[in-house]
């Protein structure tokens, strides 16, 4: 059984060339209603912005969950398709960085004193989500912004993610970057440097 993409879909990653990728990425997900290992792994660098990326997740997304209705399963989750997109794309990549933290953590254990993540407290959502802990758990704040995804600076999510937020912010500096990063739901680690080279290197800032 094959899937549908929508006109405007097709356009757009047809213009870009990426219009065969997703249909392979697609064909993949439609044999599960869960995540893939690796389902996404080419797809990091391949995407020049967090908005497009999240964008064909969310086709992978809405097609598998068609080609469930259509043999009359229903999907596991009813969230928006876009929150289980972005869910996937985090996931896949908190499991290429830190496998580790991942591991002990599902188990119960805590991190040694002496690794680099150790000061942020790490825990797991509901969904598995890699998410900083700390002392801001009983603030009153939404809970992505007292928890925010963790992610990998040396993954190139944290830099698709960085410049979607620096945009948003209008190019503002390192502190009303860092801020936006929290109230959208994201701390990245090392993300200070993340930052700061963001803002050397941006044209729009340095004009």
């Known amino acids: 059984m094959g899937f549908e993409l929508s006109l405007r879909s097709t356009k757009e990653f047809a213009e870009d060339g990426l219009l065969e990728e997703v249909k392979e990425i697609v064909t993949l997900a439609l044999a599960v209603d869960k995540k893939i290992s690796g389902l996404f792994s ?16 969310r086709v992978v997304v809405v097609a598998a969950h068609e080609f469930l209705r259509r043999i009359g399963r229903s999907p596991s989750s009813q969230e928006e398709p876009v929150e289980i997109a972005k869910r996937l794309l985090v996931t896949e990549a908190q499991a290429s960085c830190f496998p580790e933290v991942l591991r002990t953590l599902s188990q119960g254990g805590s991190l040694p004193g002496s690794h680099r993540l150790v000061d942020l407290a790490p825990i797991l959502d509901a969904h598995g989500v890699l998410r900083v802990g700390g002392r801001l758990k009983n603030a009153d704040m939404p809970s992505d912004c007292r928890h925010p995804i963790l992610l990998p600076s040396d993954h190139p999510i944290a830099d698709l993610v960085l410049h979607h937020i620096h945009a948003l912010g209008w190019h503002q500096g390192r502190h009303i970057t860092h801020g936006l990063l929290r109230e959208h739901g994201f701390h990245i680690d090392k993300g200070r440097r993340m930052v700061r080279d963001l803002l050397r290197s941006c044209v729009i800032c340095r004009r």
Do not use: I, P
């Open 42 to 57: 080419d797809s990091f660098t391949r995407f020049s912005s967090w908005k497009r990326l999240v964008g064909m997740a």
